[in-house]
């Protein structure tokens, strides 16, 4: 028996040595927690216009970002629901400027997504998909709204350029509201309403319009 306890304990001596190992994922950061990779996948390119050249579908895309992108969590602290009820809006990062330091956070990076996607697949129908979590507060900065890209695929939905996950494509689903409910699963975090849209710029007035829990295709 003492022998029995003896391996018991050090066997959960070893699990909780690896599990330490761990990071911790923290629900209420954007900034990616990991990366899916594939290296031979990755279509490099010298400038954005030749990228625009070679690249073919939402997966040339997604593996550069996934293979590219930095998170920038001082930007992020800018763009929170406190800074810019203060000074106002700050612009995004413009798809060329963003390709050539892909560096900044899920709103930047989405538009890079959707707008080279739009160029180099217009039948895919690229959108944005504005997700609104519960806020919450970090280093003082209300954050709530978190930016990614979907597009159609032989009637399925995908979405992808998440700065929690780059590289990651999601999908297929049947509608926008399984993956909804999938990605709340994964962050941890209640949503309280979702938006597609064709822009950006419409998100004030379609915020301000109508305070809907979410939109069905």
């Known amino acids: 028996m003492r ?3 003896k391996t ?9 040595a690896s599990c330490s190992s761990v990071p911790y994922a923290d629900p209420a950061s954007d900034a990616p927690e990991g990366r899916s990779v594939v290296r031979a996948a990755v279509v490099e390119a010298s400038t954005y216009d030749e990228a625009l050249v070679r690249w073919r579908s939402a997966d040339d895309i997604n593996a550069w970002i996934g293979a590219h992108f930095e998170y920038d969590m001082a930007r992020a602290l800018q763009l929170s629901e406190t800074q810019r009820a203060r000074s106002g809006r700050i612009a995004i990062h413009a798809p060329p400027a963003f390709f ?3 560096k900044g956070v899920c709103v930047d990076l989405s538009r890079f997504a959707v707008d080279t996607l739009r160029a180099v697949d217009p039948g895919a129908k690229p959108s944005y998909l504005m997700i609104e979590f519960a806020p919450v507060s970090i280093q003082g900065q209300v954050l709530r709204r978190h930016w990614v890209a979907h597009f159609e695929r032989a009637g399925q939905h995908y ?7 780059p590289g990651h494509l999601a999908g297929p689903y049947a509608s926008t509201a399984d993956y909804i409910r999938d990605y709340a699963a994964y962050r ?3 949503i309280v ?3 597609e849209l064709e822009s950006t710029e419409r998100r004030t007035r379609a915020m301000a319009a109508k305070p809907a829990r979410d939109t069905h295709r």
Do not use: I, Y
Request: aromatic share 10%.
């Open 3 to 5: 022998a029995m306890r």
């Open 8 to 16: 018991l304990a050090l066997a959960l001596a070893v699990l909780a």
């Open 100 to 102: 050539a330091a892909p």
């Open 159 to 165: 979405f992808f350029a998440d700065s929690k996950r």
């Open 188 to 190: 941890g975090r209640e």
């Open 193 to 195: 309403a979702f938006r």
